[in-house]
């Protein structure tokens, strides 16, 4: 079964900053929208920010919209996330997700055929 994997996460002080990396185990991507999303403890998952096949366009939620960066690698099969002025509110399992519509915005979780495992990020106050 195809896997997006995720890496990147870990502990960090409020106004720290991480980069997640999300990569397929096996096949490219390239040619798929890809995204973040999160899970906070005791709540719903939800969108955190996309990016079209192509890398032109991209999607953030206003709860991330300039601290947050999304980008694809040389070769479009990586997506990053990088994560600046993280706040404790951030705290969550951040998933990696892709869809094989090309087409997609992603910015529903329904839209994804492809999730990760899932990678923790803990924000500290």
């Known amino acids: 079964q195809v896997q997006l994997v995720e890496s990147g996460g870990g502990l960090v002080q409020a106004g720290g900053s991480l980069t997640l990396s999300c990569a397929p185990s096996e096949r490219t991507f390239k040619d798929y929208p890809m995204g973040w999303f999160r899970q906070a403890p005791g709540k719903e998952r939800e969108f955190v920010a996309s990016?079209?096949?192509?890398?032109?366009?991209?999607s953030y939620a206003d709860s991330v919209k300039g601290r947050f960066t999304i980008s694809r690698g040389n070769a479009r099969n990586t997506v990053y996330l990088r994560m600046n002025g993280l706040k404790p509110e951030d705290t969550a399992v951040y998933y990696c997700?892709?869809?094989?519509?090309?087409?997609?915005?992603?910015?529903?979780?329904?839209?994804?055929?492809?999730w990760g495992q899932g990678t923790q990020v803990t924000v500290s106050s």
């Open positions: 997700a892709a869809a094989s519509n090309s087409a997609a915005r992603l910015r529903n979780e329904n839209e994804a055929d492809y």
């Open positions: 990016i079209s096949n192509l890398g032109m366009s991209t």
